[in-house]
């Protein structure tokens, strides 16, 4: 069955970097684009960021653009998002998320908490 899970959370000073991790199972990792997604309490789910599943190809949020990198290693089934310069509104649950057809699939998440 297709399994995410996150890793690579923690609490960092504002300024701070961090490599989200996640490491994917149970389907067909190299034919799927990978998506990391961010929700802070009382807020909605926002995309982070996009990567094709070639990695030809990437998209970030406005907020994040120039700050944060995703990545992919198909031959490992891993997706990774490199955060740099984090700010303390980038504090939330971070979860990386595969869209199967009509059907979207969910890591546990992991938290980020960026404060001084």
């Known amino acids: 069955q297709v399994q995410l899970v996150e890793s690579g959370g923690g609490l960092v000073q504002p300024g701070g970097s961090l490599r989200l991790s996640c490491a994917a199972s149970g389907f067909a990792f190299r034919s799927y684009a990978m998506r990391w997604y961010r929700q802070a309490p009382g807020e909605e789910r926002e995309l982070v960021a996009t990567?094709?599943?070639?990695?030809?190809?990437?998209n970030y949020a406005d907020s994040v653009k120039g700050r944060f990198t995703i990545s992919r290693d198909n031959a490992k089934d891993m997706m990774y998002l490199r955060m740099n310069s984090l700010k303390p509104e980038d504090t939330a649950v971070y979860y990386c998320?595969?869209?199967?057809?009509?059907?979207?699939?969910w890591g546990q998440g992991t938290q980020v908490t960026v404060s001084s």
């Open positions: 990567i094709t599943n070639t990695a030809g190809s990437t």
């Open positions: 998320n595969v869209q199967i057809l009509r059907v979207s699939y």
